[in-house]
């Protein structure tokens, strides 16, 4: 397909495949090649560019995707003669030892102080964290970012945006791409493809046999896991259903006492929102914990749950909050409780012509505690070894009630400890009832060895972060 | 550390080396444009790739090719095509270019294609399948040790030196105690961000030219005029900017030299080979895991009077830089200690695992690790505090090492080790808290020394990390190490090697006056610094401003071999012949205009033996290195009772290494080797299983990010050495020595529990807690 954008301010339009990555049209295509890779995987930052302003790596991000969309890449940046100021800071301070990551610890630092002009030691360590650098321990390139964020940085150039086009379904390379802008296209598309593909034309199939014939379609959110490599089963002759441009799938909103989470919502808006802050601060925390910047600014809430993965973030904080998937089609909607939602090692109830729409969460009560907990492989880009969240009312008696606890990376999918919910419920908090709860919570769930973590580990942290929970949170 | 500006050499020029001045290649590298492999645009290119063992140990029956593939749109080589001999010249010539036989571990190549794109390549390989009959694998040190089952040799040992000095059966038995360990340490993957990468182009009768991300240009050179039976000459070998090495590219690269060259002699075009990440953790080598026990002899107070140490390292299917590698080991296991009776045990066994090789610290960190937690141990056993015992027993000028050497020149180990207690505030810690191991959980924290704060770790709770913690039941520890690092070649190496410099004046349009001046060196810059520390050198000895001295990147039909960039030998020992070839372009360059040539001139210098240093290779005694750098480190850890997470919060590292040409690139090599440390002590790890690695992806070899690594405070002693350049000795492996030690000693501080195997994971310390209780006195034994 054919696709415009701009790069560093030049208008471009290049042909690719829907999943092409940006790295690759940056480096191959279009010979800018100071972009770099070094994992393939949105590990290592190196790769980092800016899209619309926002920290990406390139390496996750799809062709499909840029249409209209301004980048920005270490290119465009100062000259020898005059530095850009945080090139600058890097020179000054020592920072570059073999240059590798370079490049994209120079955009990660734009995007951070264009957040944060002033950002203190640990906010710089975390607004780089998505990027390694193996040479120089961090040392010095926290401190270029400091010099940088002392002297006044010029604003990245920014390009007279090219009209986006709305890609029509179309063969590029025997693939087909869908980028609608409302839902209703979006499930009709779905629909077809669930019933037997355009050319059948029928479309009045039971949606039920969807699973046969609806492999081809690949629906796409932020691609941090469909871009992963051997994630897509044939990404050059499948065909793309692109919810980016769906308009009212992101979003958080509240009517009443409910709380409503677009799909599309980002991972970095979970993080940052102040309703979700407010309301939800286990997953406003699970959110904050979450991969690192760039992976924030482009993972969905509709992604995460999709994936099903049972060492996702989300679910478990969601699942301890109570909350309802909704599921939509082009024959309707139907709210599902998430607590039943999945149904297995990455399976859910969600059928092949529905999408995930939204999540929706009642405001939980002015007296709820609730806390989310990730024992991860390390403080960034971490997925967890067992996560733990948990969400109960406390009443003036110190009773327990309403009380919800979930957990991630210890049973085949995101799952409640109802055991030991059902232990506390209605109890006082005691010091014997905190350590019955971590036993029976180390009980009952059923983890397994894998390359993170241990059985022996996991039932421990998961008893212990549960006993956290209550001692820490639920004191009257 | 701050630079000494106002200072001038004997010509008048500001003094260079002592300074701080923007490295030479840092504009290209914070500009994008620095130029890597995979950048390189070479239109009419192949890519190459390999088809591996999936298993870790077979006979090879046969490679068939699918008929229905067609292979006239590919070249294809087996082991059956080579054009030389199938070998990978190194130190011995046991590790083929391709399987043929037998493959010996996952991951081994069997055979390689060449295809114009990746699709095309991609079919291929799938189209090639490998009838192998599986063979019993040696898959762990323990089962290559017992010898049922032999893979190489006739025992599996790769390599074997011994140690010795004095009495060390009449030294154990007069001891009070003998205080006994065991210690291990697991593999570490480079992990370069950067993968290896290269590019064979061929020419006309049959020579070759490499371009590629390689730390030795010379160590290809050899091998390929080996392997593909050419003359040296024949063969050209060009380094490109390098994204990181650590050592991963110094034995590695002929490898895979070795497989794009064959494939570009066979389809007569450029073939590239990058690996992809999985490739490159798969199939390169690591850090020889290990296992070291200890046997120490000491008084009541502390004295060590004798020591046994037996070392095992993995080498895995072939012997590369083993023996090498093993040596080294060895030749630190005592430690930065005297051991008057010492008797020093090392083997490197053969498994069928992907071949070990070099990587910063070279058999020293696991090694170090051992003695360093020994001496922990001692200190525990007997009730002292782990600084007296290392007061007592370091090693000062004049003292005598296991084999033999005696320390003439200034050490510094008494140096580093008081001011890094110093500046970490050490002995308040532990005055406060009472002697480690014995206390319960600290909440005191050691004195501020740089204005960050009282706390060690004042965070605002800003981000999630500190969200994640906060109100945590938490525990801290501090843990020190001391440590050493021998520059340059072990024994005899920088002798045999007889590396050569050439420095050149090329003259400008105003002649000499503008004239500038090359570096021709094989050594690499590859983020070290390597050709920012040798302009500085250069311009100071001619005295001439810096920005007339450039270091070309190393083509070999150009550069004379200054040797290989390893064994932290470029500062101390290339560093010391350029200074002497600056010194004869000087002369030359004098007599070149008193008669009248007006042309380039060039100085040249060899390397000089220096009178006085002795190594027997067979007796394995005498003076193993030129020179020693010594180091301290003490780090702060914070660990998470309920999850028994680990991290580093705060970390200090002092090191002594003569003189630091640039004190910004030194302290950045601190820093980066520091960090390197914590990581292979606390979340580096490889698992296998059936020989298989399981953590062959970026997502689950976890390196520490920006929010893993503490801040690093680094102070540089100086204590000028006679036989380094304007005093410099090795620096780029000393700091990957002490890191993880201190680690465990800081755990042990905050615990009690007593870790003995790397990397310290949480689900370690959890089977460490809930064993038997680590009652370290039982690990004693009176004689
Ligand atoms: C470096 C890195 C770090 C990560 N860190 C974390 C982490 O800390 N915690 C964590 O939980 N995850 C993490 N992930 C995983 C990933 O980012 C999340 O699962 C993310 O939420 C996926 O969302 P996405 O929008 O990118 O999904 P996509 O990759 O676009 O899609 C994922 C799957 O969901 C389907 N899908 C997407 N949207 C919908 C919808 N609306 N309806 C139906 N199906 C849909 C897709 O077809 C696909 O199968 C990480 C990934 C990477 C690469
Ligand atoms: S290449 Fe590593 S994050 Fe993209
Ligand atoms: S400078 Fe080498 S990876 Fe950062």
């Given at each position: 397909m054919r696709i415009a954008f701009t790069v560093n301010g030049v208008p471009r339009e290049v042909d690719a495949p829907p999943l092409r990555r940006l790295l690759d049209i940056l480096r191959d295509d279009l010979g800018l090649t100071g972009t770099k890779e070094g994992c393939g995987e949105g590990e290592c930052g190196a790769c980092s560019v800016l899209l619309d302003g926002a920290l990406v790596q390139s390496c996750l991000v799809p062709a499909v995707q840029l249409s209209g969309c301004r980048i920005i890449t270490i290119e465009s940046l100062g000259s020898q003669t005059a530095p850009d100021p945080v090139q600058q800071g890097f020179l000054d301070e020592g920072a570059v030892q073999c240059g590798f990551c370079i490049p994209g610890m120079v955009l990660a630092t734009h995007a951070l102080l264009a957040r944060n002009p002033k950002p203190n030691e640990e906010a710089i360590r975390a607004g780089l964290s998505g990027n390694i650098c193996r040479c120089t321990g961090y040392e010095r390139i926290v401190r270029a970012v400091q010099r940088a964020a002392e002297s006044a940085l010029p604003s990245t150039p920014i390009a007279k945006a090219v009209a986006a086009t709305t890609a029509r379904p179309q063969a590029a390379q025997g693939s087909v791409v869908h980028s609608p802008t409302t839902l209703e296209e979006a499930l009709i598309v779905l629909r077809t493809s669930a019933t037997g593909g355009a050319a059948d034309g029928t479309g009045d199939r039971a949606a039920d046999g969807a699973a046969e014939t609806l492999s081809g379609l690949t629906i796409l959110a932020g691609g941090t896991d469909l871009m992963l490599p051997g994630a897509q089963a044939s990404p050059a002759t499948g065909s793309v259903l692109d919810l980016s441009r769906v308009a009212g799938l992101a979003g958080v909103c509240i009517h009443k006492d409910i709380i409503e989470l677009g799909s599309s919502t980002t991972v970095a808006t979970l993080a940052d929102n102040p309703d979700v802050d407010r309301y939800l601060p286990a997953l406003a925390t699970a959110a904050r914990l979450f991969g690192a910047p760039a992976i924030r600014n482009r993972a969905t809430l509709g992604g995460n749950l999709a994936g099903a993965s049972p060492a996702a973030d989300l679910p478990p904080a969601l699942l301890a909050l109570d909350a309802i998937v909704v599921l939509a089609s082009a024959s309707g909607r139907r709210d599902t409780p998430l607590d039943v939602y999945f149904t297995g090692y990455r399976q859910t109830v969600r059928r092949l012509d529905e999408l995930i729409i939204a999540v929706r969460v009642t405001l939980p009560a002015p007296d709820t505690r609730q806390a989310f907990f990730k024992a991860g492989t390390r403080r960034a880009q971490s997925i967890a070894r067992a996560s733990v969240a948990g969400a109960a009312r406390v009443d003036a008696s110190g009773t327990l009630r309403s009380v919800r606890l979930a957990a991630g990376s210890v049973a085949p999918m995101p799952i409640l400890l109802r055991e030991t919910m059902r232990l506390l419920e209605g109890r006082v908090l005691d010091a014997k009832l905190i350590e019955e709860a971590d036993r029976l919570a180390a009980a009952e769930i059923t983890p397994i060895e894998d390359v993170r973590s241990n059985v022996a580990y996991r039932r421990f942290v998961t008893g212990r972060l549960v006993a956290r929970f209550l001692r820490e949170y639920c004191r009257p | 550390m701050a630079g000494t500006e106002d200072e001038t050499t004997a010509g008048g020029v500001p003094r260079i080396v002592g300074t701080s001045p923007v490295r030479t290649d840092g504009w290209e590298k914070v500009s994008g444009q620095a130029m890597f492999i995979a950048d390189l645009p070479l239109a009419d290119a192949w890519i190459g790739g390999t088809l591996r063992s999936p298993v870790p140990r077979g006979r090879l029956r046969g490679i068939r090719r699918d008929p229905a593939f067609d292979w006239s749109r590919v070249s294809v080589v087996t082991a059956a095509d080579l054009p030389g001999p199938n070998t990978v010249a190194m130190i011995r010539e046991d590790h083929p270019v391709l399987a043929a036989e037998e493959v010996r571990f996952v991951a081994e190549a069997v055979a390689l294609v060449a295809a114009p794109d990746p699709e095309t390549l991609r079919a291929a390989i799938a189209a090639i399948s490998l009838d192998i009959e599986g063979l019993p694998a040696v898959l762990t040190m323990e089962d290559a040790l017992d010898g049922r089952i032999v893979i190489w040799g006739t025992s599996n040992i790769l390599a074997e030196y011994c140690v010795s000095r004095g009495d060390v059966a009449a030294a154990l038995h007069d001891a009070d105690l003998v205080v006994e360990g065991e210690y291990r340490t697991g593999y570490q993957e480079h992990l370069y961000i950067e993968t290896n990468g290269l590019v064979?182009?061929?020419?006309?009768?049959?020579?070759?030219?490499?371009?590629?991300?390689?730390?030795?240009?010379?160590?290809?050179?050899?091998?390929?005029?080996?392997?593909?039976?050419?003359?040296?000459?024949?063969?050209?070998?060009?380094?490109?900017?390098t994204g990181g090495a650590f050592g991963g590219k110094e034995d590695f690269p002929s490898v895979l030299a070795m497989h794009a060259a064959v494939l570009a002699q066979r389809c007569g075009r450029p073939v590239r080979m990058i690996y992809d990440r999985t490739e490159d953790i798969r199939a390169t080598t690591k850090r020889h895991p290990s296992i070291v026990r200890h046997r120490t002899g000491v008084r009541r107070d502390g004295t060590i009077v004798g020591a046994e140490i037996d070392i095992v390292f993995d080498g895995g299917a072939y012997t590369t830089l083993s023996p090498v590698v093993l040596s080294r080991g060895i030749l630190h296991a005592g430690g930065a200690y005297r051991i008057p009776a010492a008797s020093i045990r090392g083997r490197a066994v053969a498994t069928n695992t992907p071949p070990n090789g070099a990587f910063r610290g070279f058999g020293v960190p696991q090694t170090m690790f051992a003695i360093e937690r020994q001496i922990d141990r001692i200190a525990a056993t007997l009730g002292l505090d782990p600084l007296q015992v290392r007061r007592k027993n370091l090693l000062r000028t004049g003292d005598i090492l296991p084999y033999g050497q005696v320390l003439e020149e200034d050490v510094g180990a008494e140096a580093v080790l008081e001011r890094v207690v110093e500046i970490s505030g050490y002995e308040a810690w532990h005055g406060k808290v009472g002697r480690s191991g014995a206390s319960d959980g600290h909440g005191v924290s050691p004195v501020a020394v740089d204005g960050r704060g009282d706390s060690p770790r004042a965070r605002d709770e800003q981000d999630g990390r500190s969200l994640a913690r906060s109100g945590r039941r938490v525990r801290r520890g501090l843990g020190l190490s001391l440590f050493h690092h021998g520059s340059g070649f072990t024994g005899a190496g920088e002798d045999k090697i007889a590396g050569r410099v050439h420095v050149r004046l090329v003259p400008g349009p105003a002649g000499d006056a503008d004239g500038v001046y090359e570096v021709l060196v094989s050594s690499t810059e590859?983020?070290?610094?390597?050709?920012?520390?040798?302009?500085?050198?250069?311009?100071?000895?001619?005295?001439?401003?810096?920005?007339?001295?450039?270091?070309?990147?190393?083509?070999?039909?150009?550069?004379?071999?200054?040797?290989?960039?390893?064994?932290?030998?470029?500062?101390?020992?290339?560093?010391?012949?350029?200074?002497?070839?600056?010194?004869?372009?000087?002369?030359?360059?004098t007599d070149a205009r008193v008669a009248g040539e007006r042309g380039p001139v060039t100085g040249k210098a060899v390397y000089q033996p220096t009178p006085g240093l002795a190594w027997d290779e067979v007796a394995y005694h005498g003076d193993a290195y030129k020179a020693y750098a010594w180091g301290a480190d003490v780090v702060e850890v914070e660990v998470d009772e309920d999850t028994l997470e680990v991290s580093p919060v705060r970390a200090w590292a002092v090191v002594e290494i003569g003189k630091a040409v640039h004190p910004v690139l030194a302290a950045g090599q601190v820093e980066g080797g520091t960090l390197q440390g914590f990581g292979w002590a606390c979340l580096e790890e490889i698992k296998s299983s059936g020989g298989r690695f399981l953590n062959d992806r970026m997502a689950t070899y976890i390196v520490p990010t920006a929010l893993d690594a503490p801040p690093i405070t680094v102070e540089i002693i100086e204590l000028p050495h006679p036989r380094g350049p304007l005093g410099a000795k090795g620096l780029g492996e000393l700091p990957i020595d002490g890191p993880a030690p201190a680690f465990a000693a800081a755990v042990t501080d905050a615990l009690g529990l007593f870790p003995c195997e790397l990397p310290i994971t949480p689900e370690r310390l959890l089977a460490l807690q809930d064993g038997p209780p680590t009652d370290l006195a039982s690990a004693a034994e009176s004689p």
């Amino acid at each position: 397909m054919r696709i415009a954008f701009t790069v560093n301010g030049v208008p471009r339009e290049v042909d690719a495949p829907p999943l092409r990555r940006l790295l690759d049209i940056l480096r191959d295509d279009l010979g800018l090649t100071g972009t770099k890779e070094g994992c393939g995987e949105g590990e290592c930052g190196a790769c980092s560019v800016l899209l619309d302003g926002a920290l990406v790596q390139s390496c996750l991000v799809p062709a499909v995707q840029l249409s209209g969309c301004r980048i920005i890449t270490i290119e465009s940046l100062g000259s020898q003669t005059a530095p850009d100021p945080v090139q600058q800071g890097f020179l000054d301070e020592g920072a570059v030892q073999c240059g590798f990551c370079i490049p994209g610890m120079v955009l990660a630092t734009h995007a951070l102080l264009a957040r944060n002009p002033k950002p203190n030691e640990e906010a710089i360590r975390a607004g780089l964290s998505g990027n390694i650098c193996r040479c120089t321990g961090y040392e010095r390139i926290v401190r270029a970012v400091q010099r940088a964020a002392e002297s006044a940085l010029p604003s990245t150039p920014i390009a007279k945006a090219v009209a986006a086009t709305t890609a029509r379904p179309q063969a590029a390379q025997g693939s087909v791409v869908h980028s609608p802008t409302t839902l209703e296209e979006a499930l009709i598309v779905l629909r077809t493809s669930a019933t037997g593909g355009a050319a059948d034309g029928t479309g009045d199939r039971a949606a039920d046999g969807a699973a046969e014939t609806l492999s081809g379609l690949t629906i796409l959110a932020g691609g941090t896991d469909l871009m992963l490599p051997g994630a897509q089963a044939s990404p050059a002759t499948g065909s793309v259903l692109d919810l980016s441009r769906v308009a009212g799938l992101a979003g958080v909103c509240i009517h009443k006492d409910i709380i409503e989470l677009g799909s599309s919502t980002t991972v970095a808006t979970l993080a940052d929102n102040p309703d979700v802050d407010r309301y939800l601060p286990a997953l406003a925390t699970a959110a904050r914990l979450f991969g690192a910047p760039a992976i924030r600014n482009r993972a969905t809430l509709g992604g995460n749950l999709a994936g099903a993965s049972p060492a996702a973030d989300l679910p478990p904080a969601l699942l301890a909050l109570d909350a309802i998937v909704v599921l939509a089609s082009a024959s309707g909607r139907r709210d599902t409780p998430l607590d039943v939602y999945f149904t297995g090692y990455r399976q859910t109830v969600r059928r092949l012509d529905e999408l995930i729409i939204a999540v929706r969460v009642t405001l939980p009560a002015p007296d709820t505690r609730q806390a989310f907990f990730k024992a991860g492989t390390r403080r960034a880009q971490s997925i967890a070894r067992a996560s733990v969240a948990g969400a109960a009312r406390v009443d003036a008696s110190g009773t327990l009630r309403s009380v919800r606890l979930a957990a991630g990376s210890v049973a085949p999918m995101p799952i409640l400890l109802r055991e030991t919910m059902r232990l506390l419920e209605g109890r006082v908090l005691d010091a014997k009832l905190i350590e019955e709860a971590d036993r029976l919570a180390a009980a009952e769930i059923t983890p397994i060895e894998d390359v993170r973590s241990n059985v022996a580990y996991r039932r421990f942290v998961t008893g212990r972060l549960v006993a956290r929970f209550l001692r820490e949170y639920c004191r009257p | 550390m701050a630079g000494t500006e106002d200072e001038t050499t004997a010509g008048g020029v500001p003094r260079i080396v002592g300074t701080s001045p923007v490295r030479t290649d840092g504009w290209e590298k914070v500009s994008g444009q620095a130029m890597f492999i995979a950048d390189l645009p070479l239109a009419d290119a192949w890519i190459g790739g390999t088809l591996r063992s999936p298993v870790p140990r077979g006979r090879l029956r046969g490679i068939r090719r699918d008929p229905a593939f067609d292979w006239s749109r590919v070249s294809v080589v087996t082991a059956a095509d080579l054009p030389g001999p199938n070998t990978v010249a190194m130190i011995r010539e046991d590790h083929p270019v391709l399987a043929a036989e037998e493959v010996r571990f996952v991951a081994e190549a069997v055979a390689l294609v060449a295809a114009p794109d990746p699709e095309t390549l991609r079919a291929a390989i799938a189209a090639i399948s490998l009838d192998i009959e599986g063979l019993p694998a040696v898959l762990t040190m323990e089962d290559a040790l017992d010898g049922r089952i032999v893979i190489w040799g006739t025992s599996n040992i790769l390599a074997e030196y011994c140690v010795s000095r004095g009495d060390v059966a009449a030294a154990l038995h007069d001891a009070d105690l003998v205080v006994e360990g065991e210690y291990r340490t697991g593999y570490q993957e480079h992990l370069y961000i950067e993968t290896n990468g290269l590019v064979a182009i061929p020419h006309d009768g049959g020579a070759i030219e490499i371009v590629g991300s390689l730390q030795c240009p010379f160590y290809v050179r050899n091998a390929l005029a080996r392997g593909l039976a050419l003359s040296p000459e024949q063969v050209i070998v060009r380094q490109v900017a390098t994204g990181g090495a650590f050592g991963g590219k110094e034995d590695f690269p002929s490898v895979l030299a070795m497989h794009a060259a064959v494939l570009a002699q066979r389809c007569g075009r450029p073939v590239r080979m990058i690996y992809d990440r999985t490739e490159d953790i798969r199939a390169t080598t690591k850090r020889h895991p290990s296992i070291v026990r200890h046997r120490t002899g000491v008084r009541r107070d502390g004295t060590i009077v004798g020591a046994e140490i037996d070392i095992v390292f993995d080498g895995g299917a072939y012997t590369t830089l083993s023996p090498v590698v093993l040596s080294r080991g060895i030749l630190h296991a005592g430690g930065a200690y005297r051991i008057p009776a010492a008797s020093i045990r090392g083997r490197a066994v053969a498994t069928n695992t992907p071949p070990n090789g070099a990587f910063r610290g070279f058999g020293v960190p696991q090694t170090m690790f051992a003695i360093e937690r020994q001496i922990d141990r001692i200190a525990a056993t007997l009730g002292l505090d782990p600084l007296q015992v290392r007061r007592k027993n370091l090693l000062r000028t004049g003292d005598i090492l296991p084999y033999g050497q005696v320390l003439e020149e200034d050490v510094g180990a008494e140096a580093v080790l008081e001011r890094v207690v110093e500046i970490s505030g050490y002995e308040a810690w532990h005055g406060k808290v009472g002697r480690s191991g014995a206390s319960d959980g600290h909440g005191v924290s050691p004195v501020a020394v740089d204005g960050r704060g009282d706390s060690p770790r004042a965070r605002d709770e800003q981000d999630g990390r500190s969200l994640a913690r906060s109100g945590r039941r938490v525990r801290r520890g501090l843990g020190l190490s001391l440590f050493h690092h021998g520059s340059g070649f072990t024994g005899a190496g920088e002798d045999k090697i007889a590396g050569r410099v050439h420095v050149r004046l090329v003259p400008g349009p105003a002649g000499d006056a503008d004239g500038v001046y090359e570096v021709l060196v094989s050594s690499t810059e590859m983020g070290q610094g390597a050709a920012t520390v040798l302009c500085q050198i250069a311009a100071e000895t001619l005295g001439v401003p810096l920005e007339r001295v450039s270091m070309p990147l190393p083509d070999t039909s150009v550069v004379p071999d200054s040797g290989p960039t390893v064994a932290s030998r470029t500062t101390m020992i290339v560093g010391r012949i350029l200074v002497d070839a600056c010194h004869d372009l000087a002369q030359r360059l004098t007599d070149a205009r008193v008669a009248g040539e007006r042309g380039p001139v060039t100085g040249k210098a060899v390397y000089q033996p220096t009178p006085g240093l002795a190594w027997d290779e067979v007796a394995y005694h005498g003076d193993a290195y030129k020179a020693y750098a010594w180091g301290a480190d003490v780090v702060e850890v914070e660990v998470d009772e309920d999850t028994l997470e680990v991290s580093p919060v705060r970390a200090w590292a002092v090191v002594e290494i003569g003189k630091a040409v640039h004190p910004v690139l030194a302290a950045g090599q601190v820093e980066g080797g520091t960090l390197q440390g914590f990581g292979w002590a606390c979340l580096e790890e490889i698992k296998s299983s059936g020989g298989r690695f399981l953590n062959d992806r970026m997502a689950t070899y976890i390196v520490p990010t920006a929010l893993d690594a503490p801040p690093i405070t680094v102070e540089i002693i100086e204590l000028p050495h006679p036989r380094g350049p304007l005093g410099a000795k090795g620096l780029g492996e000393l700091p990957i020595d002490g890191p993880a030690p201190a680690f465990a000693a800081a755990v042990t501080d905050a615990l009690g529990l007593f870790p003995c195997e790397l990397p310290i994971t949480p689900e370690r310390l959890l089977a460490l807690q809930d064993g038997p209780p680590t009652d370290l006195a039982s690990a004693a034994e009176s004689p």
